[in-house]
């Protein structure tokens, strides 16, 4: 069955940077478009960035260009969001995503923390 697992979420001071991870199984992984996701306390969940297959272009909201690169590597099948310049309004779950045979699939999430 499909599988995404985040890591590399933690506690980071402002101005700093993470790089988030998310293992992928259970489907043609080089076939999927990813995005990672997020969802701050109260508030809905938000797209962050995509990257498509197999081209590999990457689409980011404007609030996002600049700061965070999504990148792929097909063959470990996992998907990478490196975020810099992180502001306590980063504060979220991240989470991985994609839709494989019309069905939406996620991770379970990893917490990232921007506080000093």
């Known amino acids: 069955q499909v599988q995404l697992v985040e890591s590399g979420g933690g506690l980071v001071q402002p101005g700093g940077s993470l790089r988030l991870s998310c293992a992928a199984s259970?489907?043609?992984?080089?076939?999927?478009?990813m995005s990672w996701y997020r969802q701050a306390p109260g508030k809905e969940r938000e797209g962050v960035a995509t990257?498509?297959?197999?081209?590999?272009?990457?689409i980011y909201p404007d609030s996002f260009k600049g700061r965070f690169t999504i990148s792929r590597d097909n063959a470990k099948a996992a998907v990478y969001l490196q975020m810099n310049s992180l502001k306590a309004d980063d504060t979220a779950v991240y989470y991985c995503?994609?839709?494989?045979?019309?069905?939406?699939?996620w991770g379970q999430g990893t917490q990232v923390t921007v506080s000093s």
């Open positions: 259970g489907f043609t992984f080089s076939w999927a478009t």
């Open positions: 995503n994609t839709r494989w045979r019309w069905v939406m699939y």
């Open positions: 990257i498509t297959s197999p081209g590999g272009d990457t």
